[in-house]
């Protein structure tokens, strides 16, 4: 039973370039966060959706970053022309239909390096 | 609004008991979490208090009292391995469905 899959673990990037990251849900879980986390800081909500729609996305900048969780894939964390303030480890996390009392379950989340 | 706090460091002797306070400000309640995060790490549950009272697993215990907004977890017998963040996070009804978070504490132990 795999837990919340995130690829790359390590992602570097140049100014200007795009990055994509993905996330894999736990099996059974059809609800997705993305969360940003600078160092020494706490999780930072960026965007919450469920297959095939974006439910919440009011932590995320309007420009240059899009999400989505597709009805076959992974969730995907789109930066488009990527900036140094953009480094940072962002963190994808799952939960079922019911979480009553479960939580999210987090992956190992993307670190991602701009020069 | 939503809020949540925590003191940001906390430092504790190898052995001994130590205790992370959360207070919560949320327009609804549906139950608070704690997480553990090591350092370059995902968060990794901890404990769920959805009544008052304590819930004890282990080295771990967590309380929780809702006409006061507040919750604590207690860690004892302290290992060098709970060096880490303890995020606390509460499910709030009127978050759509989101955790609110508060931004850690990070606990330092110390031989």
């Known amino acids: 039973n795999a837990g919340v899959m995130q690829n790359p673990r390590h992602l570097v990037r140049r100014r200007g370039q795009e990055a994509r990251l993905r996330c894999s849900p736990m099996k059974g879980h059809s609800h997705v966060y993305w969360y940003r986390q600078l160092p020494e800081e706490g999780l930072k909500f960026m965007v919450y959706l469920q297959k095939e729609n974006i439910i919440d996305e009011s932590g995320m900048p309007k420009e240059r970053f899009s999400a989505e969780f597709p009805k076959e894939g992974p969730s995907i964390l789109r930066i488009q022309q990527v900036v140094r303030g953009d480094s940072a480890a962002y963190f994808c996390a799952s939960s079922p239909t019911d979480r009553e009392g479960y939580g999210y379950t987090f992956g190992s989340g993307t670190r991602l390096t701009v020069v | 609004g939503q809020n949540i706090d925590q003191p940001t460091e906390m430092t504790a002797t190898e052995g001994a008991i130590v205790q992370i306070n959360c207070t919560y400000q949320?327009?609804?309640?549906?139950?608070l979490f704690w997480y553990q995060q090591h350092a370059g790490e995902a968060p990794t549950f901890l404990s769920y208090n959805v009544l008052d009272g304590l819930e004890e697993k282990g080295r771990f215990s967590s309380f929780l009292s809702r006409s006061k907004g507040y919750s604590y977890l207690l860690l004892k017998e302290l290992q060098m391995k709970d060096s880490a963040s303890y995020l606390c996070?509460?499910?709030?009804?009127?978050?759509?469905?989101?955790?609110?978070w508060g931004a850690g504490t990070k606990l330092i132990i110390k031989p």
């Open positions: 996070a509460v499910d709030s009804m009127d978050s759509n469905y989101q955790l609110i």
């Open positions: 949320t327009s609804g309640f549906n139950g």
